[in-house]
């Protein structure tokens, strides 16, 4: 079929480089360059402690496949594929009633034959020594981890669309009716801003945008400290370059419009972010705030993503419902698409599975909560 895929975030260029490796002749348009939207504001990691089974398999797969599509667009020439994937050992701390959460999410990893080392404050301390332990925490450790940057990422997948001759259609924006016409099947992958692409032709999926901030801190040692995930501190942190690290949180769980929300970060979050970080690191009480911004997520209503057919519309496929987690899993999630454009959809996947439920419902966020 001739495809065209709307959003080349890191879901539409993953969409469209399973539906190329499927024999399909595919146009990837975007409406500014790859990668511009929510991919461009990540964090980028990628962690094992899913909160359910299928979201560990497709991330599982996503870092199965991040060499070969790593290897292959280094073969083609694009040498900032080489920086798109960086590991490291992630740890999720917690301590008190967060305890059973660490539980689950050993248990999970573990099972999938994953070792998930389970460490107490004192070893915690030992092992981690720009964190800081109190007594009572405790640590689950997996060693499989690492982060996507963003930006290379993005760069290995323009390099392998082009080895695998997909027309990429930079500074595009879509109009769906009028690109529907042209093409035998459509992707919608727009993201936050799939409810606008969507709305002219009176579909109402069952998705939210949401807000969510990042800061990147100047920290001593931050490039070789671990990803953390603090369930007590309610924050995150990853390794940058060789003096800083990231920072997250700063969720507001409320409907947001792509073009209408501040994308730098709260004077507010800035300020909770550095407090936890003097609390969790070692260094925290040096550390300082360098930038912070912005992006938003695409919710659904059991946090997880709408990857199938639009219900009622022929030729019509959609790619969203990220949930924060969208870079983690895009590889297997193209993949799922072009399963899905090929008749043999995941059901846990369907778009279909709300009904008519429309797009009022409770969004829900935070890792580990189940
Ligand atoms: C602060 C923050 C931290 C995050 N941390 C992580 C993390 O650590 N790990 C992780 O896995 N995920 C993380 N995420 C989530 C991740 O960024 C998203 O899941 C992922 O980028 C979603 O990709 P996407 O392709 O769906 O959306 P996008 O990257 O937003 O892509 C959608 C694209 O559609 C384009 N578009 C819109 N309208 C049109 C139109 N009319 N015509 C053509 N193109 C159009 C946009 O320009 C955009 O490029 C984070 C997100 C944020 C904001």
């Not at 539409?12 to 511009?36: F, K, P, W, Y």
């Amino acid at each position: 079929m001739r495809i065209a895929v709307v959003g080349g975030g890191a879901l539409g260029a993953s969409a469209a480089l399973a539906l190329a490796g499927r024999n399909h002749e595919v146009e990837l348009l975007e409406r500014g360059t790859l990668g511009c939207g929510a991919s461009a504001k990540a964090a980028g990691i990628l962690s094992s402690f899913a909160w359910n089974d299928a979201d560990y398999r497709l991330i599982a797969q996503t870092r199965g496949a991040l060499g070969e599509t790593i290897a292959l667009a280094l073969a083609a020439g694009e040498r900032a594929a080489r920086g798109a994937w960086r590991s490291a050992p992630s740890l999720v701390v917690g301590s008190g009633a967060n305890l059973p959460k660490l539980d689950q999410l050993q248990e999970r990893v573990e099972r999938h034959t994953e070792e998930c080392e389970r460490l107490d404050w004192r070893a915690a301390a030992a092992a981690f020594p720009g964190l800081s332990f109190r007594p009572g925490d405790e640590a689950i450790v997996a060693q499989e981890d690492g982060v996507i940057e963003a930006g290379d990422f993005l760069a290995a997948l323009r390099a392998r669309l082009e080895q695998e001759s997909v027309t990429v259609r930079e500074n595009h924006a879509v109009d769906l009716t009028a690109v529907r016409g042209r093409f035998d099947g459509v992707v919608v992958a727009g993201g936050a801003w799939t409810k606008g692409l969507l709305a002219p032709i009176g579909v109402r999926l069952p998705i939210q945008a949401y807000r969510t901030q990042l800061a990147s801190l100047a920290i001593a040692g931050g490039g070789d400290l671990p990803i953390l995930h603090d369930l007590d501190h309610h924050f995150y942190t990853r390794p940058e370059s060789e003096g800083s690290m990231l920072a997250g949180n700063g969720t507001q769980l409320r409907p947001f419009e792509p073009e209408q929300y501040n994308e730098a970060g709260d004077p507010e979050f800035v300020h909770s972010v550095a407090e936890r970080v003097v609390a969790r690191f070692a260094d925290g009480g040096e550390a300082a705030v360098r930038s912070s911004w912005a992006g938003l997520c695409v919710a659904t209503p059991d946090r997880r993503p709408l990857c199938g057919a639009v219900p009622g519309q022929p030729g019509l496929w959609v790619l969203t419902g990220d949930n924060g987690f969208g870079l983690m899993r895009s590889l297997a999630l193209g993949e799922a698409l072009a399963d899905a454009v090929g008749g043999r959809g995941a059901a846990d996947l369907d778009p279909a599975r709300f009904g008519a439920a429309g797009d009022a419902f409770e969004m829900r966020e935070g890792y580990g909560s189940g």
